[in-house]
């Protein structure tokens, strides 16, 4: 069991129209922004908005949660097919796969659940934030107890793998950019489907259309590689999530290339959310720094700051002192999950 760290997190705190120096980064926010923000629509009224604000710093996990909850949920082993990678699009070699699928305690058919998708990072496959049905890992019992006490909503979590053809693909540095890269195709087409084909979700059919129709209940999550995979599907696949929920892996440095993406989608500002979260002591920490800086300095209004989804679709928290490890991962799912369709 991962010990508790002692003290709390740091926050790094921004709102639409101000200057705000936090941690070393500055947030400009022209007068542009104010005015397109008041001129359009604000937050849809759809029940899968998510109506709370997030914490002003990280939260620790409370320690009893790493121990096993009397509500426990279920794991499950989901298997389906998809196609080799690299040949996608020519669908010549099928490949049979699994994710592992986290049911709530209490799991009905007679319920719509939103669904959250967890991705593993680096040297690691689907079994790494849960494990599997006979050897869960900790981070189940987190969510067993989060949710018996009202902190998480009741919801699916599936960690599936960008794994292609062998369990070790993670493991190589420039393969695993391309995989996560290509990922969206076996997402959309194949993984989705399954899930949400398979369980109780608020998808009425899983088409194209069908999966677009309830993207407001679908999130997307990640950390080091899996915060890459999590960024490549905001770029492939913001017709199909609404929830971002990247930490400890940046993309790129160009933030216009980043507003591209929303833009060339046809949706805008207050269509999305990204919650992204490092710590200080994370070799990463200064990348991914830099690429939320970089959104941030966008001038059109296409990323905004805030800490809900009436005010903004961007915010970041770091965590002092915070490194790139799994105790760090799960502190930050933690702390999306506690927010989230609340």
């Known amino acids: 069991m991962m010990k508790k ?36 629509d604000s937050m849809p009224e759809n029940e899968g908005i998510t109506r709370a604000s997030l914490p002003d710093r990280l939260e620790l996990i409370p ?8 509500q426990p949920g279920t794991l499950t082993e989901l298997s389906y097919d998809t196609y080799e990678s690299m040949t996608y699009d020519e669908e010549s070699q ?24 967890l991705m593993h990072g680096g040297w690691s496959d689907e079994t790494t934030y849960l494990g599997t049905p006979e050897q869960p890992n900790v981070f189940k019992n987190v969510l067993d107890h989060g949710i018996a006490d009202g902190r998480i909503q009741p919801m699916i979590v599936v960690c599936p793998t960008y794994n292609n053809e062998s369990e070790t693909d993670s493991s190589d540095y420039s393969l695993a950019l391309t995989l996560t890269e290509n990922y969206h195709n076996e997402l959309i087409h194949d993984l989705i489907p399954a899930v949400e084909g398979t369980y109780s979700t608020y998808a009425e059919d899983t088409t194209p259309e069908g999966i677009q129709a309830s993207r407001d209940h679908r999130a997307f999550c990640g950390f080091s590689m899996g915060s890459v995979a999590t960024w490549r599907t905001f770029q492939y696949c913001l017709d199909y999530f609404r929830y971002f929920m990247p930490s400890s892996g940046s993309l790129t440095t160009d933030g216009e290339y980043m507003a591209s993406m929303v833009r060339d989608s046809g949706h805008k500002w207050n269509d999305f959310f990204i919650f992204a979260a490092s710590g200080t002591d994370d070799f990463a920490y200064s990348a991914f720094k830099s690429q939320i800086q970089a959104m941030a300095d966008v001038e059109d209004g296409t990323f905004r700051y805030g800490n809900n989804e009436q005010d903004g679709n ?17 502190e930050y799912f933690y702390n999306g999950l506690c927010w989230i369709w609340q």
């Open 5 to 40: 760290r002692k003290g709390a997190g740091i926050l790094t705190f921004m709102l639409a129209g101000m200057l705000v120096f936090t941690q070393g980064l500055t947030v400009h926010a022209g007068e542009d922004t104010l005015e397109t923000a008041e001129e359009e």
């Open 63 to 70: 320690e009893e949660y790493f121990s096993e909850s009397d």
């Open 314 to 330: 961007l915010y970041f928290l770091e965590q002092e002192g915070g490194t790139h490890s799994g105790e760090y991962a799960m």
């Open 94 to 117: 099928v490949l049979h796969k699994r994710a592992i699928v986290y049911l709530p305690y209490g799991y009905s058919e007679d319920v719509s659940y939103n669904v959250f998708y």
